[in-house]
């Protein structure tokens, strides 16, 4: 079983949508943090939003910010990440991840559940 699976990535022109996909299973969902990540190539990677299922709390970048949201479907043990008005910067692979600290952790590392990630490119 692999604790998280993400999808809906694709190619999407600029000013697009997309709805990224984190599945989950075999870990404490109800009291997890979750955490989405992006790297474009040559880039470092950059945290962009993390979620708490316990309270709802929610976390933005200052890029992505009033573009993206993050939700979850707590039934479904799934989060989203609704990503609006979408710029050729925001190309790069989509990670999502989960954690059952009492905060959103600072990096991918921290996190004891990684998916393989989802390819995002939006072209102009």
């Known amino acids: 079983e692999v604790p998280i699976v993400e999808s809906g990535g694709g190619l999407v022109q600029a000013g697009g949508s997309l709805r990224l996909s984190c599945a989950a299973s075999?870990?404490?969902?109800?009291?997890?943090?979750i955490g989405w990540f992006r790297q474009a190539p040559g880039k470092e990677r950059e945290g962009i939003s993390c979620f708490s299922i316990n309270d709802g709390t929610t976390w933005y970048a200052d890029s992505v910010k009033g573009r993206f949201t993050i939700s979850s479907d707590n039934a479904k043990k799934t989060v989203y990440l609704q990503m609006n008005n979408l710029k050729p910067e925001d190309t790069a692979d989509y990670y999502c991840?989960?954690?059952?600290?009492?905060?959103?952790?600072?990096?991918?590392?921290?996190?004891?559940?990684r998916g393989q990630g989802t390819q995002v490119t939006v072209s102009t």
């Open positions: 991840a989960a954690s059952n600290a009492y905060y959103c952790p600072d990096t991918l590392e921290e996190y004891k559940y």
């Open positions: 075999g870990f404490d969902f109800d009291n997890a943090h």
